[in-house]
């Protein structure tokens, strides 16, 4: 039982769509293949501008968004609250832009008002980088406002969305998000190797302008490619039939129906966490829906319990990352996850915290 925030499990059609023997990138299978799938990404992004498909994991994605968009010198005001947020400042930086760290406690959501104060205080910034959701604490911020703010300043957004979209809310167009990245082995119930951008009309107008060096991710190639029906590198092929597959189940169930499960599942972790004893590390009205951090108390040994956990009770979780190691561990609960996995995760957790030094009362 795999619960970590991605790789995560596929169901059966999905993984069984994979053995498909390959087809020309250039022929019209593969055209008719990104089409239909480049179209019912944009539903899920919530918007009617471009939605490219890179070979990428997330990363890859976040590297892209910043080279196609802006140039060095161009100074960043990276809004940060954990681990992704600082990779975020950290290719921006390596790309040669000014990056301003606006930093949050980690556990605590991103704040508007600061960012509304830093925006207002220096007017030279050109863009703004921003996590949806921080899987590294199990934040979820509050994007809409943030955005608002940004775009009353009219600045470039650029949203790290990765373990969010497709599990939790975003409105690319109508919050005004110019660029959004998502990677395929997060909510989407797909295994990884593709990452997903989003690119409003400003973005564009920004990439017309951005001269960071780039090569494998120029989108000037990717869109120009996508016209005809294809990418400008050898993609993914496997990926996009499992995607294909993944993203009909989703629509079967609905979007607004994703949402609400995950916003069940979110709660019911929490709740179950709370109900063995153990302390959430986020703050709570900002907790996220796809990753759950709980906090090490009462003599727990969190590296002992994972290794309990998957040598015993054959669970996965995920460690604390940077900083949190030791500190907390993460329930990952987004793409194929169902309230009875939950309950099993909780179930074994329950048997082997004793075993893990954790000492107080549980129910
Ligand atoms: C997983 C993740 C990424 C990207 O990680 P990759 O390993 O490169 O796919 C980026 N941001 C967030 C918030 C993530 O959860």
Same mark, same amino acid.
């Given at each position: 039982?795999?619960r970590i925030p991605g790789?995560?499990?596929?169901?059966?059609?999905?993984?069984?769509?994979?053995?498909?023997?390959?087809?020309?990138?250039?022929?019209?299978?593969?055209?008719?293949?990104?089409?239909?799938?480049?179209?019912?990404?944009?539903?899920?992004?919530?918007?009617?501008?471009?939605?490219?498909?890179?070979?990428?994991? @997330?990363?890859?994605?976040?590297? $892209? %968004?910043?080279?196609?968009?802006?140039?060095?010198? +161009? *100074?960043? !005001?990276? &809004?940060?609250?954990?681990?992704?947020?600082?990779?975020?400042?950290?290719?921006?930086?390596?790309?040669?832009?000014?990056?301003?760290?606006?930093?949050?406690?980690?556990?605590?959501?991103?704040?508007?008002?600061?960012?509304?104060?830093?925006?207002?205080?220096?007017?030279?910034?050109?863009?703004?980088?921003?996590?949806?959701?921080?899987t590294?604490? @199990?934040?979820?911020?509050?994007? $809409? %406002?943030?955005?608002?703010?940004?775009?009353?300043? +009219? *600045?470039? !957004?650029? &949203?790290?969305?990765?373990?969010?979209?497709?599990?939790?809310?975003?409105?690319?167009?109508?919050?005004?998000?110019?660029?959004?990245?998502?990677?395929?082995?997060?909510?989407?119930?797909?295994?990884?190797?593709?990452?997903?951008?989003?690119?409003?009309?400003?973005?564009?107008?920004?990439?017309?302008?951005?001269?960071?060096?780039?090569?494998?991710?120029?989108?000037?190639?990717?869109?120009?490619?996508?016209?005809?029906?294809?990418?400008?590198?050898?993609?993914?092929?496997?990926?996009?039939?499992?995607?294909?597959?993944?993203?009909?189940?989703?629509?079967?169930?609905?979007?607004?129906?994703?949402?609400?499960?995950?916003?069940?599942?979110?709660?019911?972790?929490?709740?179950?966490?709370?109900?063995?004893?153990?302390?959430?590390?986020?703050?709570?009205?900002?907790?996220?829906?796809?990753v759950?951090a709980?906090?090490?108390?009462?003599?727990?040994?969190?590296?002992?319990?994972l290794?309990?956990?998957?040598?015993?009770?054959?669970?996965i979780l995920a460690e604390g990352q940077?900083?949190?190691?030791?500190?907390?561990f993460r329930i990952a609960?987004?793409?194929?996850?169902?309230?009875?996995?939950?309950?099993?995760?909780?179930?074994?957790?329950?048997?082997?915290?004793?075993?893990?030094?954790?000492?107080?009362?549980?129910?």
């Amino acid at each position: 039982m795999l619960r970590i925030p991605g790789p995560t499990p596929c169901p059966e059609e999905v993984l069984q769509a994979m053995t498909k023997q390959m087809i020309n990138h250039r022929g019209v299978e593969f055209q008719a293949l990104i089409g239909s799938i480049t179209s019912r990404l944009k539903e899920f992004f919530q918007t009617k501008g471009d939605v490219l498909i890179l070979t990428a994991s @997330g990363t890859g994605g976040m590297e $892209a %968004a910043v080279v196609n968009t802006l140039s060095p010198g +161009d *100074k960043v !005001l990276a &809004v940060c609250n954990g681990v992704f947020g600082e990779r975020f400042a950290a290719i921006a930086e390596t790309f040669g832009a000014e990056v301003t760290r606006l930093s949050f406690p980690w556990g605590q959501p991103d704040d508007p008002d600061a960012v509304r104060r830093t925006l207002a205080s220096d007017k030279s910034i050109k863009a703004v980088l921003v996590t949806h959701n921080e899987t590294s604490t @199990g934040v979820t911020s509050d994007l $809409a %406002a943030i955005s608002a703010v940004v775009k009353q300043y +009219d *600045k470039l !957004l650029l &949203v790290d969305a990765v373990s969010s979209l497709s599990s939790i809310d975003l409105q690319t167009d109508s919050w005004g998000c110019d660029v959004v990245i998502t990677g395929s082995q997060k909510g989407w119930m797909v295994p990884p190797g593709l990452a997903f951008i989003s690119m409003s009309e400003n973005a564009w107008k920004a990439h017309a302008q951005a001269r960071m060096p780039r090569f494998y991710w120029d989108f000037a190639q990717a869109k120009k490619y996508l016209k005809s029906g294809q990418t400008p590198w050898t993609p993914a092929v496997s990926i996009f039939y499992a995607l294909d597959v993944a993203l009909e189940l989703m629509a079967n169930e609905g979007l607004v129906n994703i949402f609400a499960r995950h916003a069940r599942i979110g709660q019911k972790t929490r709740d179950q966490v709370k109900a063995l004893g153990l302390p959430l590390f986020a703050v709570e009205k900002y907790a996220s829906n796809t990753v759950t951090a709980v906090k090490a108390a009462d003599g727990l040994d969190t590296n002992r319990l994972l290794q309990i956990l998957r040598e015993e009770h054959d669970v996965i979780l995920a460690e604390g990352q940077g900083k949190l190691a030791g500190k907390i561990f993460r329930i990952a609960h987004l793409g194929w996850v169902t309230e009875t996995d939950i309950d099993a995760v909780i179930e074994r957790l329950r048997a082997a915290l004793p075993k893990a030094g954790f000492s107080a009362a549980s129910t």
